[in-house]
């Protein structure tokens, strides 16, 4: 069966300091891979996502960016973090447009 | 542009009664409609999704969702409440094409179930 691995469960990081979330998926190949962003607890807002290796497209223009080095990797990323960017961040996957599997997210607090 | 919409923030209901959580959608072509549940500090769980057939789609939990194209809407039933129900919930729509796409969310509504 298919699993999403997304890690740390939590992060507390200062303003300024770079920011690596990562993401990947088992049991399956060459998933759609999505970051999401949810603030305040409410909606979800859709950052990036990939359909294959190298193949990023970012739907908000922003302080993060995303990278998938590997087939079923999937990077979250910063260089230099905001208080804004505060939030918790969900990667989900699908094999096409009939079903989409989350992660268990990270909560992002900058301080 | 594709969107979802979801009018009420929170409702509330007593154990034992129907809920209802309503949802309307704005798509080109046919939509790909889905309904996910979110606790705190969690990830989302998949309650259900209409592709195409019948109207009515039951999915878990003893959730149902009824689909009216003529009135773009997919709300989300349960003929009895309890209190264990009580998390937020997000209606979406796939937006894509062949077998890439996007999951557009409603801004969500928080279900209060009260004993």
């Known amino acids: 069966s298919q699993t999403i691995h997304q890690w740390p469960a939590t992060l507390v990081q200062p303003v300024g300091s770079p920011l690596s979330l990562e993401c990947t998926v088992e049991g399956t190949s060459n998933p759609n891979l999505y970051w999401y962003r949810q603030a305040a607890g409410r909606g979800l807002q859709l950052l990036f996502y990939?359909?294959?290796?190298?193949?990023i497209s970012s739907e908000v223009p922003q302080n993060l960016s995303a990278s998938r080095p590997q087939d079923r990797q999937f990077i979250l990323s910063s260089k230099k973090l905001l208080l804004s960017d505060s939030g918790f961040y969900l990667c989900a996957w699908s094999r096409d447009r009939y079903g989409y599997t989350f992660g268990s997210g990270t909560r992002l607090t900058v301080v | 542009a594709q969107s979802v919409a979801q009018p009420e923030d929170q409702v509330n209901v007593a154990e034992g009664n129907p809920l209802t959580v309503k949802c309307t959608y704005s798509v080109s072509g046919n939509p790909y409609l889905f309904w996910y549940v979110q606790y705190p500090n969690r990830g989302l769980q998949f309650l259900l999704k209409?592709?195409?057939?019948?109207?009515l789609v039951k999915g878990s939990y003893g959730f149902e969702a009824e689909f009216n194209k003529s009135q773009t809407s997919f709300h989300l039933k349960k003929p009895s409440a309890l209190v264990s129900d009580s998390a937020l919930y997000f209606c979406?729509?796939?937006?894509?094409?062949?077998?890439?796409?996007?999951?557009?969310f409603g801004q969500g509504t928080t279900l209060q179930v009260k004993p």
């Open positions: 979406a729509v796939s937006h894509g094409s062949g077998n890439t796409g996007k999951l557009i």
């Open positions: 209409y592709i195409t057939g019948d109207n």
């Open positions: 990939s359909v294959g290796i190298g193949q």
